[in-house]
Antibody, heavy 115, light 112 residues
Framework: QVQLKESGPGLVQPSETLSLTCTVS????????VSWVRQPSGKGPEWMGR???????AYNSALKSRLSISRDTSKNQVFLKMNSLQTDDTGTYYC?????????WGQGVMVTVSS | DIVMTQGALPNPVPSGESVSITCRSS???????????LNWYLQRPGQSPQLLIY???TRASGVSDRFSGSGSGTDFTLKISGVEAEDVGVYYC?????????FGSGTKLEIK
């Protein structure tokens, strides 16, 4: 069955870089795209960016200068790196299978930006 | 960016009643391929969002037929026919037409 699982540190210092990994199973990264979506506590989701099935990327322009998404198809993993973190980057980060709609979601990883 | 605006519900809603959740987009989501790129999700308390409806009116796999989606290019409705306790949570609409993909701010459903 289709599964996605996020992993990474729960606490990041202000101005530091966030690195998250999404490990997928049940589908191929060369057949489906994967998006990263984040959600501040008590607020609506925000789309961050997409790793297309062909290896191309698309980013939310509000984050583009700080964000990088990459993948390793041999390990079924998609990576997110975002630098210069601030306190308003605190929230839950999800990876999702993206078929032009988000049909499968990971459980999410809570990231707190604090010193 | 396309702005998604959602309406509120008169919470709490009596169990068994039918409700409609509204969503409006700042730009038409009807694409030249004939599809309308509007999706609906439910986020139950403490859980990840789950897909309910995609392309405005197509029910996702395993979703109860009590959920139905309709609309035009800019005005959309998610109808829940006979709300049940398991329907409690926040409902989000999301446009998939153009980057950045954007969500509405959510509509909370509480059951009486």
């Amino acid at each position: 069955q289709v599964q996605l699982k996020e992993s990474g540190p729960g606490l990041v210092q202000p101005s530091e870089t966030l690195s998250l990994t999404c490990t997928v199973s049940g589908f191929s990264l060369t057949s489906y795209s994967v998006s990263w979506v984040r959600q501040p506590s008590g607020k609506g989701p925000e789309w961050m960016g997409r790793m297309w099935y062909d290896g191309d990327t698309a980013y939310n322009s509000a984050l583009k200068s700080r964000l990088s998404i990459s993948r390793d198809t041999s390990k079924n993993q998609v990576f997110l790196k975002m630098n210069s973190l601030q306190t308003d980057d605190t929230g839950t980060y999800y990876c999702t299978r993206d078929a032009y709609y988000f049909d499968y979601w990971g459980q999410g990883v809570m990231v707190t930006v604090s010193s | 960016d396309i702005v998604m605006t959602q309406g509120a519900l008169p919470n709490p809603v009596p169990s068994g009643e039918s409700v409609s959740i509204t969503c409006r987009s700042s730009k038409s989501l009807l694409y030249s391929d004939g599809k309308t790129y509007l999706n609906w999700y439910l986020q139950r308390p403490g859980q990840s969002p789950q897909l309910l409806i995609y392309w405005m009116s197509t029910r996702a796999s395993g979703v109860s037929d009590r959920f139905s989606g309709s609309g035009s290019g800019t005005d959309f409705t998610l109808k829940i026919s006979g709300v049940e306790a398991e329907d409690v949570g926040v409902y989000y609409c999301q446009q998939g037409l153009e980057f950045p993909l954007t969500f509405g701010s959510g509509t909370k459903l509480e059951i009486k």
